[in-house]
């Protein structure tokens, strides 16, 4: 269960940034891609980290990996790219971070 | 463009600082336990002897008896810090053994029993618990231990990890998406 919501959380909050980094793009695209995008690299950051740890290594790579996926899929330069994909998994570690502590406190 | 980098560069080093300082003793949230099973693989070759695990840390961390099969007991406070000794059959009587289980007896003065009555500690600090994420493929670990009576072993000679069925998840569904993304961009470069 926590597998299901976890992935659900993340991709509707990307999906916000995708949506307003993406504004000129068809909705049903943005949501696909989206959606492809955190299927690919959701259920494989976690494994790994499951496995391993090292959190910003995971971080970092998943990061590499959104950029190049957002720049084959959406056609878009590599800055826009970079900017999607650290804004995006900045905000959903740090959701994330947020609802762990307010689990603790 | 600059400012936002600039702003993202400072909340990532924000970031970075604070999450290290996210560690504590109970379980986390978010996070799960996971017991783990410890097993002497040889203890039926040495058939002069009998062999007890001990916590040492204080209550819920008393003597046990080791199973014939080599499985150690996991029945303690997951802080206790487990030894198994080897008692010389001769030497051992389980009478006593159960008084110091019931009885007030202080950690150095059991310690001084099992001396008293030849017990070689064979192996020290076996972990008997392991903290993983919930959503983590770990269901449980059983670690094996080849002991020498004249070593102390610290570490098992083997550890198995055994996944559970969300392991398929995380495999399957990122090789389905990956397949559909090359689909696309295939797609894509044909028809330029």
């Known amino acids: 269960m926590n597998f299901f919501i976890g992935f659900l959380i993340t991709f509707l909050i990307e999906l916000i940034i995708y949506f307003i980094a993406f504004k000129n793009e068809k909705n049903m695209k943005i949501v696909f891609y989206c959606f492809l995008i955190n299927s690919f690299t959701w259920p494989l950051a ?51 971070l947020l609802i762990f502590f307010l689990q603790i406190f | 463009m600059k400012k936002i980098l600039t702003l993202l560069l400072i909340f990532i080093a924000g970031f970075i600082l604070i999450f290290p300082l996210i560690n504590a003793d109970s379980i986390q949230p978010g996070y799960k336990n996971i017991w783990i099973n410890n097993i002497i693989t040889n203890s039926g070759d040495f058939p002069n002897y009998i062999f007890v695990s001990y916590g040492h840390t204080g209550p819920f961390c008393h003597i046990e008896i080791v199973e014939e099969n080599g499985k150690i007991s996991s029945n303690y406070y997951k802080l206790c810090t487990l030894s198994v000794y080897a008692i010389p059959k001769d030497n051992f009587n389980q ?52 002991i020498d009576l004249a070593k102390t072993l610290q570490e098992p000679d083997k550890v198995e990890v055994k996944q559970n069925s969300l392991i398929y998840f995380y495999i399957i569904v990122p090789l389905i998406a990956l397949i559909i993304i090359l689909s696309i961009i295939f797609i894509k470069k044909k028809k330029k």
């Open chain 1, 46 to 96: 976690n494994f790994f980290y499951s496995l391993f740890g090292f959190f910003y290594i995971i971080e970092l790579g998943i990061i590499l990996i959104e950029i190049l996926l957002i720049i084959l899929l959406f056609k878009t330069n590599w800055k826009k790219a970079l900017l999607v994909s650290l804004i995006a998994n900045i905000t959903t570690a740090s959701i994330g």
């Open chain 2, 95 to 146: 009478s006593e053994i159960n008084e110091y289980n019931n009885g007030t007896f202080s950690i150095q003065e059991t310690e001084n029993y099992l001396q008293s009555i030849g017990a070689k500690e064979v192996i020290k600090n076996i972990k008997l618990s392991s903290e993983v994420s919930k959503i983590s493929t770990k269901e449980s670990v059983t670690r094996s231990y080849t």
